[in-house]
């Protein structure tokens, strides 16, 4: 069995497998322009986040009815609980979609019908965290805002996502304020490819609660100092900083200091279709890379529940915990 966990950084539409991509463009008549999904996974060779972002968003055309988006998140939540996943904290990305043409209901509604029975069927709760992409204007993100209004109650929080550099979170200031009036809980991809500047404000002009990646943080102690006085989680996906080369390898990855430094981490997998892994892979990469023990295994474990926004189910959350306190991990031979 497993170790439980939450994960709590990860897109749904970086769950989209090639063969699942190849079988919906045949349903929905979409070409591709790969001969098949060997050689479009021969293309996931990324530079940088951009050159990742180019690919992702235009797989995403595939991706055209409530069917396709259930399919999409049923098929990543059977493969989640094979691993461990216990919660999970789901992104998606309306732009992506509605500037395709595909309405913001279908996405919602489609990714709903496979999250309702998600905990009956596999024992995993999930929430939706609706992200803005950083790199479209403001008044974008606004509008998108309004048009998710009638789907509020299937949504959590808010976040900000794709290309980093050149897109502060300060350009976003007025969009989270509107979704905190409307009771949204705010996080915020921050410090992945951009400076620490860019983390310190996420937490001040946004307010988020937890910061996406923050790997950069590294570079400024005094930061670092306040996210560990402040208790601000950090959603790091080691595999993905290796794919899209914030760090050179899995062993150059910063993940056990920033363990060391009190900082409150937790391990997720971003885009896992693209980057070599789901959670559960990427536990027993961080493992074997880091030399992180069992009980460094099961701090990251406990942080994913602290971490997560179960603050409307603590029995659960509480539950959770005291399975992974309790977890024994299988002896070496
Ligand atoms: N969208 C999907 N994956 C992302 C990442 N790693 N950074 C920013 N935006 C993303
Ligand atoms: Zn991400």
Known sequence: MPLPKAELHLHIEGTLEPELAFALAARNGVTLPYA????LRRAYLFEDLQSFLDLYYGLMAVLRTEDDFAALAEAYLERAAGQGVRHAEIFFDPQAHTARGVAIG???????????????????????????LRDEPAESAMATLEAAKPYLHRITAVGLDSAEAGHPPSKFREVYEAAAALGLRKVAHAGEEGP??????????????????????????????????????????????VRLRAVDTLEDHP??????AGLLCTVNSDDPAYFGGYVGDTFHAVHEALALDDERLRELA???????????????R????????????????
Do not use: Q
């Not at 993940?255 to 060391?260: Q, S």
């Not at 406990?302 to 659960?316: Q, V």
């Not at 509480?318 to 031979?333: G, Q, S, T």
């Open 36 to 39: 098949d999904a060997d050689a």
């Open 106 to 132: 279908t996405v919602v509604e489609g990714l709903s019908r496979a999250l309702d029975h998600a905990e009956e069927r596999h024992g995993v709760s999930t929430r939706l965290i609706m992200c803005f």
């Open 196 to 241: 620490p500047a860019y983390i310190r404000e996420a937490l001040d002009l946004l307010g988020v609660e937890r910061v996406d990646h923050g790997l950069r943080c590294m570079e400024d102690a005094e930061l670092v100092e306040r996210l560990v006085r402040e208790r601000i989680p950090l959603t790091l996906c080691p595999l993905s900083n």
């Open 255 to 260: 993940l056990a200091r920033m363990m060391d």
């Open 302 to 316: 406990r942080n994913s529940f602290e971490a997560s926004f179960l603050d409307d189910d603590e029995e659960r």
């Open 318 to 333: 509480a539950r959770l915990i005291a399975e992974v306190e309790a977890y024994e991990f299988e002896k070496p031979e």
